[in-house]
């Protein structure tokens, strides 16, 4: 089965409510390991629109039984991060898309209001809280400004529509720690 048919069989999964299904997990697994330069992207209907990697070889764990035990008390959601349950004893690291221009790897983006109301809901936490983002001027000062300890970091590139590898300026925040 090609690419696009595992993405096609992927975004039918998700049109019709089976997102959450084990299958439905295969098939993200298998779409983002063999995706271009690993990326994760879907189109504003909510569906996978990422082209096929350029791989010699692509390793996959086929075998999961080594991170049951690790991951048993876990709890693996998808959704609006305001509406998790943060309980006494998490933590929470938070990754959003990157503060750039393009802000479109899901159905609705992720645009700056979206960046400013996850760095207070972080904020409001009583729980130890890392997150990470492109070091721009307005995420530092989001930041620093609601109290997190901030530090730039050089972050290789992985991902890059025109093959520029040059590490990046990433931002790591981080509060209760």
């Not at 096609?8 to 084990?22: E, F, R, V, W």
């Not at 879907?42 to 991170?67: A, C, H, L, M, W």
């Not at 307005?138 to 997190?148: H, N, P, S, T, V």
Request: some cysteine; glycine content about 10%; overall charge negative.
């Amino acid at each position: 089965m090609t690419i696009t048919k595992r993405a096609d069989a992927s975004n039918s999964l998700i049109g019709s409510g089976c997102a959450g299904s084990k299958e439905a997990a295969g098939l993200f697994y298998y779409l983002n390991r063999t995706g271009y330069n690993g990326l994760c992207r879907f189109n504003s209907k909510g569906e996978f629109n990422v082209p096929y990697g350029r791989y010699k070889t692509i390793n996959y764990v086929r075998d999961f039984t080594d991170y049951a035990e690790l991951i048993s008390r876990w709890t693996f959601v998808c959704g609006d991060f305001a509406a998790l349950e943060i309980l006494d004893g998490d933590f929470v690291y938070a990754d959003p898309p990157y503060d750039v221009e393009f802000t479109a790897y899901s159905k609705g983006g992720f645009g700056f209001d979206e960046q400013v109301r996850l760095a207070h809901w972080l904020a409001d936490l009583d729980v130890p809280v890392i997150a990470s983002n492109q070091a721009t001027a307005r995420i530092l000062e989001l930041y620093a400004g609601l109290g997190f300890d901030v530090r730039i970091l050089d972050a290789p590139r992985r991902i890059s529509c025109t093959g520029d590898r040059t590490p990046a300026k990433e931002m790591l925040a981080t509060r209760r720690l």
